[in-house]
């Protein structure tokens, strides 16, 4: 049945392509999103994956059958296509990328008119809407135009980006940067942005968005030893690494270590907040290095389900000034868009390391130190109730939350545990400021649920 090939999440469908994500799903699925939308303008944009091009060309048809007018915008980054949709009032938009999963994934992800992600809300209706396959379909006389625009969206994006950090400040300290961008959405827009805009001096690999990606395409320490050698061999200030659609940042300091994606986020936050205090938003699973951090500025951290739309809803409803998800990577800057950014990400750490005079070895040094642990356990159907259970029973004294599986907390640290939304998984995550606590805290729930 065609409902069972399609993997739903909070920011759209994907699966992949040939196995799960056909062009005819992708054309059907583009007409129930435009026969949602209603007829307007509805934007398009993919990253570099081979399929994409044969994905777009399903989506147009599905899009122009339910009598949308479609603007294509070509290969552009997740957060460029986001901004381009709100600043150009179309009704909504498409981003064909499977972001940091494998080369033969693909995926459409779903935006609004506001170029957020769809709401539970929304979501929920598209998705009857499909099943049905009630679609609206456009006759002659209602077909819509079809037109590019390939050139503005980056500018756009940029230009919103540069408005919250000093420039002439970054510019002036002419950092040498290194960066590996998987031959990915932004790789030419990373080079301009961090070379002409920024006035880097950039030591860049795997910037050809013709080719096939290099590695890995999540960006974390175990895939970006090139990078690391890079930073190493050029003595840089610090390295860059992007996933495909550039909505996720990795970063490691001038020594070539990997800064861990919670204290990224966490010098992200740091930077904004100096600029302009206010709350922040984080998920269940994001460190608590956030909550001390945010606390010097006399902010407050709100926490939602994991997922880029849970964080978004939540920073809307509290007008937070920035948030993000510490383990994705991901950086949400509202003075830019509500969305994923990596572009609002480099330019907030350059900024800092500008402002302070520090490198970012130091910066992320004088945070409050953490340790964090993280696996996985498979469980059999049925089991997940009885796994979660037994926790509880196992810590009596704990604080519950139970908004996104279940979180334990505990003067000393804490234990999330969150069952994977495609597999029968259950992932653990657990922080103590202490590190022999996070060990045995981590080792105790392990032993518990393999039981």
């Known amino acids: 049945m065609r409902e069972h090939k399609l993997k739903v999440g909070v920011s759209g469908v994907r699966g992949v392509v040939g196995e799960f994500l056909t062009p005819l799903l992708a054309a059907d699925f583009a007409q129930a999103f435009g026969t949602y939308v209603g007829r307007g303008r509805v934007v398009i944009g993919r990253d570099t994956r081979f399929t994409g091009p044969m994905i777009e060309h399903a989506v147009v048809c ?116 290194a960066l590996d961008g998987v031959n990915g959405a932004g790789s030419r827009m990373s080079v301009w942005f961090l070379t002409e805009v920024l006035g880097c001096d950039l030591k860049a690999i795997h910037v050809d968005p013709t080719k096939a990606f290099p590695r890995e395409a999540e960006p974390k320490p175990e895939t970006l030893g090139e990078l690391r050698e890079l930073v190493k061999t050029h003595s840089c200030d610090a390295g860059f690494g992007q996933d ?22 966490a010098l992200a936050v740091e930077a904004a907040l100096t600029r302009k205090p206010g709350d922040v938003v984080v998920n269940l699973t994001t460190s608590s290095v956030i909550d001390e951090v945010t606390a010097r500025f006399g902010g407050r951290v709100h926490r939602t389900a994991v997922g880029e739309a849970n964080v978004v809803e939540r920073m809307r409803a509290v007008r937070a000034v920035i948030g993000g998800e510490g383990s994705s990577g991901g950086v949400i800057f509202a003075g830019t868009h509500l969305c994923r950014d990596s572009y609002t990400a480099m330019a907030l750490l350059l900024d800092r390391m500008a402002a302070t005079g520090l490198t970012l070895a ?55 545990l969150r069952a994977s939304n495609t597999e029968p998984l259950l992932r653990v995550a657990v922080e103590s400021k202490n590190e022999a606590t996070a060990d045995r805290l981590f080792s105790e729930s392990m032993a518990l649920l393999r039981s």
């Not at 769809?118 to 099943?131: K, S």
């Not at 796994?387 to 640290?413: C, N, Y």
């Open 62 to 177: 599905g899009l122009l059958a339910a009598g949308c007018e479609v603007v294509r915008v070509g290969v552009q980054t997740t957060p460029t296509i986001q901004i381009y949709i709100a600043e150009t009032g179309a009704v909504g938009g498409i981003g064909i990328t499977a972001s940091h999963n494998p080369a033969e994934w693909n995926a459409l992800k779903l935006f609004n008119g506001e170029g957020l992600f769809f709401n539970q809300y929304e979501r929920t209706e598209l998705l009857d809407l499909f099943h049905q396959s009630e679609f609206a379909e456009a006759g002659n006389e209602n077909i819509l135009g079809l037109s590019v625009d390939e050139d503005t969206p980056w500018r756009r994006h940029i230009d919103r980006v540069v408005k919250h950090v000093d420039v002439d400040r970054i510019r002036a300290r002419r950092f040498r940067i």
């Open 244 to 265: 495909p659609d550039g909505d996720r940042l990795a970063a490691c300091d001038g020594t070539g270590e990997m800064l861990d994606n919670d204290d990224m986020l």
């Open 362 to 416: 130091e910066l992320s040094h004088a945070l409050p130190r953490f340790h964090r642990r993280g696996g996985k356990v498979q469980f059999a159907h049925g089991k997940l109730g009885g796994l979660m259970l037994a926790m509880e029973q196992a810590h009596p004294g704990a604080q519950l939350e139970r908004t996104d599986g279940l979180k334990l907390s505990f003067p000393d640290g804490w234990i999330h």
